[in-house]
């Protein structure tokens, strides 16, 4: 899969067939649509070019509409990649781009810069100035600039809508199984280790404490997770829980991520940590003190390994 960001220099693409959207979560209904793009790149053997767009097209139209991303732009690529896409064409979200007309879309967008074959599109997509540009007008420019408009099934991008709204909510309600489910693969995000006040350390449970650098990203609800998780330049894998909350035993008041992997012990601070959750175990508590604390994360350690047993890497 090539990776286009700069819309300046695309090459002369073969039979172009598209889609076009954000794909946050690249979750189920995204991968109905991918399969859909890629089987029909196959079937008239041309290439798949999947359009995204950074930053995410709500940050520049509705400024404040607080919109949490699950996925970076560079975990939306690297999930792509575990499909047979051709190519990937990241679109800077400008309000110059957003501000052009539906026919200037068509026009100087999409057939000056990929000359498709085939663009696939869902029935309620939206585009161009004040999303005045829609199935229709992509279908009543077709005989003129040589393209063919395919459809996506309505099913499936009712289901994408409700997805993508679903999984935000269910990962802020610590409903981690059914946005997994939707999603079709495990949450996951990446921080900086920083340093903490070593308590799990004293208590025998070491934690790699994370500061998230990517400010829209969403981080779930407060509780207790099993994770697995994978530093950055190190091919090793580790299981282990995750706390999200503001640690109530230690009268804590600012929200901390705490990892805590386990059999490993080593100095990390300032590396980046990936973890991928796998199940919410419990909701953050207070404790009577860090004795009732460290028999408690003993209990978390032995379900979180046994959920985790068949995890493989």
């Keep these: ?19 076009i959207g954000t794909f946050d979560g690249v979750h189920l209904g995204h991968q109905k649509i991918i399969r859909q793009l890629t089987e029909s790149a196959k079937k008239c053997e041309g290439e798949s070019v999947l359009i995204t767009f950074y ?58 810069r990929f000359h498709p074959h085939q663009i696939i599109i869902g029935y309620d997509h939206k585009f161009g100035n004040k999303r005045e540009g829609d199935l229709q007008m992509l279908q009543s420019h077709a005989p003129t600039f040589g393209y063919e408009v395919v459809e996506i099934d309505e099913a499936i991008i009712q289901e994408s809508i409700i997805s993508s709204t679903k999984i935000r909510n269910a990962l802020l309600n610590g409903d981690l199984a059914l946005a997994n ?20 350390r004293s208590i025998g449970y070491p934690t790699a404490n ?15 997770y099993t994770v697995t998780a994978s530093l950055e330049g190190d091919e090793r894998k580790f299981k282990g829980m995750m706390n999200i909350g503001i640690r109530p035993t230690l009268n804590g008041t600012n929200r901390s991520i705490e ?55």
């Design 181 to 200: 489910a939707f999603l079709g693969h495990p949450y996951s995000f990446k921080g900086r280790i920083v340093l903490n006040n070593q308590t799990g």
């Design 1 to 19: 899969m090539k990776v286009f960001r700069n819309i300046d220099h695309l090459p002369s693409f073969i039979k172009a067939v598209l889609t």
């Design 259 to 313: 990892v805590n992997m386990f059999d490993f012990n080593e100095d990390i601070y300032d590396r980046h940590l990936t973890v991928h959750l796998h199940h919410f175990l419990r909701a953050e508590q207070k404790f009577s003190g860090l004795s009732a604390l460290q028999e408690q994360l003993h209990q978390d350690k032995t379900q979180s390994i046994q959920l985790l047993a068949n995890i493989h890497f």
């Design 55 to 112: 930053p995410h097209p709500r940050f520049i139209v509705q400024p404040d509409a607080g919109i949490q991303e699950l996925t970076t732009l560079e975990e939306r690529i690297q999930l792509l990649r575990a499909y047979d896409i051709n190519h990937v064409v990241v679109v800077p979200f400008t309000q110059t781009f957003a501000s052009l007309s539906a026919e200037a879309y068509i026009r100087d967008f999409l057939v000056d």
């Design 210 to 224: 994370l500061e998230v650098e990517e400010k829209n990203k969403l981080i779930p609800g407060n509780g207790v």
